[in-house]
């Protein structure tokens, strides 16, 4: 099992930037496949990017592509999501979350099964 913590979330101008990290705990995080998601209030929680377990593959959604950036270092156990350009539109409660099976940095959030308590980013226009 693994548990997830995020931080880095925070209040920010439009056309700012944040970096939100995610800390895992347990001896396989390079084992997971992880993601980043987010929810809006009233909305769905929606996908924003993915990284493979080794960290050469990626996927993002369209609306974050060329702005967002998603890494991770296996031996610090962390995922890290850079923000840039940030517009209100991208105001929510974003999840870290954790893939046990398969390899694909998928967007589908009922793939992933571990989940951390999520940060709020709040950009004010």
């Known amino acids: 099992q693994v548990q997830l913590v995020e931080s880095g979330g925070g209040l920010v101008q439009a056309g700012g930037s944040l970096r939100l990290s995610c800390a895992a705990s347990?001896?396989?995080?390079?084992?997971?496949?992880m993601g980043w998601f987010r929810q809006a209030p009233g909305k769905e929680r929606e996908f924003v990017a993915a990284?493979?377990?080794?960290?050469?593959?990626?996927s993002y959604s369209d609306f974050v592509k060329g702005r967002f950036t998603i890494s991770r270092d296996n031996g610090k156990k962390t995922v890290s999501l850079q923000m840039n350009s940030l517009a209100p539109e991208d105001t929510a409660l974003y999840y870290c979350a954790a893939k046990s099976r398969g390899t694909d940095p998928s967007p589908g959030p009922d793939e992933y099964g571990y989940w951390g308590q999520g940060t709020q980013v709040t950009v004010s226009s």
């Open positions: 990284i493979s377990r080794g960290g050469l593959r990626t």
């Open positions: 347990g001896r396989t995080f390079s084992m997971y496949v």
